[in-house]
Structures are given as structure tokens and as C-alpha cells.
């Protein structure tokens, strides 16, 4: 078993490693690792924007977020609209699967966020009901 750490999104994982069958190879020799982690050593070239300031959500209200990136491929209710909890407020398609996304509560639909055709990534306001 080999440990490697793994960062995928910014999150650090520690994860084992069995190597199984192929050619024996021979040990490495040692090698002078620095104190410090090398991402943390390189400089950082530009920071990235500050996203925009999510949109106002009123008392009691619900925002209905992207659970995953993908596409918007249809909006089914409008802003004023009615919904129960359950309702389809939109599909979303991710990986060639087209998603329902449910309203998670009965409420009236205050913003819709998106478009028709537009990309989204995973967190990314979709509808704020109220």
C-alpha cells in the first residue's frame, strides 16, 4: 500500500494505493522532499473574482440551488407562479441525463436566476421561491 494525497477542488484527501500485479520495480532512491507543501510554495498568479452577491432571499423564503453543473434545458413556472412541494421548476442537463429539479417546498416563485440554455455550476442560484 502506497499513501498519496489528492486534491480535487480544493479539498485534500488522503488515499491508499494497492499496487497490484504488473512488473516489480526497484525501490526508488529517497528523495529530499521540502518543508513546505510545493503548491504552497508557488506563487499564486491572479486571485480569482469575487462571485456576485447571491440574490436576496425574503423571510421564510427558499433558494433552490444547482445540485450539480450542467445545462438549462427548460424552465416550467414563471416568477408569481404557484408551486407545491414536489413541483418540476426546471430540467437541468448533466452529463446527457436530463434532471428534474423539484421544488423543495409549497411557495410562490419570487426570481428565477437562469435562462434557457445556460450553464450552470454546481451551488449557483436557480430560484428563489418565497
Known amino acids: 500500500m502506497k499513501k498519496f494525497n489528492i486534491t480535487v477542488n480544493g479539498k485534500s484527501y488522503e488515499v491508499d494505493v494497492e499496487e497490484v500485479g504488473g512488473v516489480s520495480m526497484p525501490s526508488p532512491r529517497p528523495v529530499a522532499r521540502p518543508a513546505a507543501p510545493a503548491a504552497a510554495a508557488a506563487p499564486k498568479a491572479a486571485a480569482p473574482?469575487?462571485?456576485?452577491?447571491?440574490?436576496?432571499?425574503?423571510?421564510?423564503g427558499n433558494t433552490v440551488t444547482a445540485p450539480m453543473p450542467g445545462t438549462v434545458l427548460d424552465i416550467k413556472v414563471a416568477v408569481g407562479d404557484t408551486v407545491n412541494s414536489g413541483d418540476v421548476l426546471l430540467?437541468?442537463?448533466?452529463?446527457?441525463?436530463?434532471?428534474?429539479?423539484?421544488?423543495?417546498?409549497?411557495?410562490?416563485?419570487?426570481?428565477v436566476s437562469v435562462n434557457k440554455g445556460a450553464s450552470v455550476n454546481s451551488g449557483d442560484v436557480l430560484i428563489v421561491l418565497g
Not at 469575487?50 to 421564510?60: D, F, M, R, S
Not at 428534474?100 to 416563485?109: F, H, L, S, T
Open 91 to 111: 430540467i437541468l442537463e448533466a452529463m446527457k441525463m436530463e434532471n428534474e429539479i423539484m421544488a423543495p417546498a409549497a411557495g410562490k416563485v419570487v426570481s
Open 49 to 60: 473574482a469575487p462571485k456576485a452577491a447571491p440574490a436576496a432571499v425574503p423571510a421564510g
